[in-house]
């Protein structure tokens, strides 16, 4: 039985770069494409592109929030969740963590650096069936909550050593 050879933490590095690049580039795209708050309908009773700008967490959470104050704890905790992602990063996951934490660390520098340039960050994905719709989200949010799938996996399966290995 052949076992494949565990990622280098440069391939995670690569895939988080992966990550914020799409991410950075679909906003661009959408940016160009939608002027702010204009919806284009792709999948009518399902699927809307619609330019909007988010103050807040991911999926709108603490947008009604908007001091100063609410931006500069958003970025600080950005800051240090990527400090964490970073360190556990560093200490060689198992590749499932790995994974996850790639996928973590894209969105996260997706989403900080539209809110450091911007002060907000663009979302565009709208999804909605029938009264039910989803807050509009963006790429690098999917990344995050994929991400932080792949690390709950990896926790649930009980391996030793899910975010350090040895």
């Known amino acids: 039985m052949s076992v494949l050879p565990m990622p280098s933490r440069a391939s995670y590095l690569l895939l988080a770069g992966a990550v914020f690049l799409l991410d950075q580039t679909s906003k661009w795209v959408v940016g160009q494409a939608l002027a702010l708050g204009e919806t284009r309908r792709v999948f009518p009773e399902l699927f809307n592109l619609t330019h909007l700008r988010n103050p807040g967490a991911a999926f709108g959470l603490l947008s009604n ?29 198992a590749r499932l963590a790995g994974v996850g934490l790639g996928l973590v660390l894209g969105g996260a520098l997706g989403n900080l650096f539209d809110r450091l340039r911007a002060g907000s960050v663009m979302d565009f994905l709208d999804f909605h069936l029938g009264s039910y719709h989803w807050p509009a989200f963006n790429l690098a949010d999917s990344a995050i909550v994929v991400g932080a799938a792949a690390l709950a996996a990896e926790v649930l399966r009980g391996r030793r050593g899910a975010l350090r290995e040895g």
Request: aromatic fraction near 14%.
């Open 65 to 93: 929030h908007d001091s100063p104050w609410m931006a500069a704890f958003l970025i600080a905790f950005s800051v240090a969740a990527l400090a964490l992602v970073a360190t556990l990063l560093w200490r060689g996951p």
